[in-house]
């Protein structure tokens, strides 16, 4: 216990922040640039004799060595090449490019949007279905975990709505909604709401039951509790779990826009993939990666001027 409760220094704090990112990144140069730790295939650099190598090609390693022996045994020109990655696999320094270049570059198809603006139409995606799930989620919640009646009417159906996989109704949703962006908004509406409600009704109910008491004792009736005890108590444990919850709904925006695909980061990164420029496919990802992290870090050192009481705003 002594080790989870220990209290890390800010320089000791922000190192292993650092060696969290720099392990995998570590990892993943080792793959790239290590010719022994995989490497699978090669690249062509000179075909010799061979007939269907072409400069630049990628074919298997065992394919390449077994015309390199046909060549040197039938006496004609070997082929040469460098061992590398498959296609789906770039390079950092090559992800790193495109995370720059991607902005620049045009798209690639007609009229088509710009990288910065199909970021900006998933940012408002999210932000705005968030916003939409947080309207009945929350006020819901806090009345699940705060009477029982409302607990018992709401919950089951809610346990039961949880389980269903909400990209099932993409196609129902289109039907509905049309195919431009009010589907995906009910996606990702669908995809927050349920577990909302659940995370915050728990929330709700882990407030002090002695606070309840005094209260009741000083005859607050049930509104004056909920609007002077509960509320109050648990807004930091809501805060944070509203930020968690934030997560999924970027988990949900892919799976979301994937329906009638026409913009949005999804669309950016599909459009990629299908020519293969998979360096800008990673960059897209690790984009939203970092939108996130950067989000997480504004809301957490928000709720640490929000929420300076409670402790449990520390990280």
Request: hydrophobic share 50%; charged share 15%; proline share 5%.
């Amino acid at each position: 216990m002594a080790g989870v409760a220990r209290i890390l220094t800010r320089k000791q704090s922000l190192g292993l922040g650092v060696a969290s990112f720099l392990l995998p990144i570590l990892i993943w140069c080792a793959v790239s640039y290590l010719q022994f730790v995989w490497h699978p295939q090669v690249m062509i650099t000179d075909a010799g004799d061979v007939s269907y190598f072409q400069v630049d090609s990628r074919t298997e390693r065992a394919t390449f060595a077994a015309e390199v022996a046909n060549m040197q045994q039938a006496g004609l020109a070997v082929p040469q090449g460098e061992p590398i990655n498959p296609v789906y696999l770039p390079a950092p320094h090559e992800v790193a490019t495109a995370f720059v270049t991607s902005f620049t570059t045009p798209p690639l198809q007609k009229d088509a949007p710009w990288l910065h603006e199909s970021l900006l139409h998933s940012v408002k995606l999210v932000f705005w279905s968030f916003f939409l799930a947080s309207l009945i989620g929350v006020p819901l919640g806090v009345l699940c975990g705060s009477s029982v009646i409302v607990s018992r009417l709401t919950e089951p159906f809610v346990e039961f709505f949880r389980y269903l996989p909400a990209p099932a109704f993409g196609a129902l949703a289109v039907a509905i909604l049309g195919i431009y962006d009010a589907p995906k908004v009910a996606i990702i509406v669908i995809g927050t709401l349920f577990q909302q409600i659940l995370i915050i009704a728990n929330t709700t109910r882990k407030v002090d039951l002695g606070l309840l008491e005094a209260a009741a004792t000083l005859g607050a009736n049930r509104w004056q509790r909920l609007k002077n005890v509960i509320i109050p108590a648990i807004l930091p444990d809501v805060y944070r779990d509203q930020r968690i919850l934030l997560g999924w709904a970027w988990t949900y925006l892919i799976v979301a826009e994937l329906v009638g695909a026409s913009s949005g980061i999804t669309w950016f990164i599909t459009q990629q993939a299908r020519y293969q420029n998979f360096d800008q496919v990673y960059a897209a990802i690790l984009m939203i990666g970092l939108i996130g992290l950067i989000t997480d870090v504004l809301l957490a050192k928000l709720g640490k001027r929000l929420f300076r009481w409670n402790a449990g705003h520390s990280k």
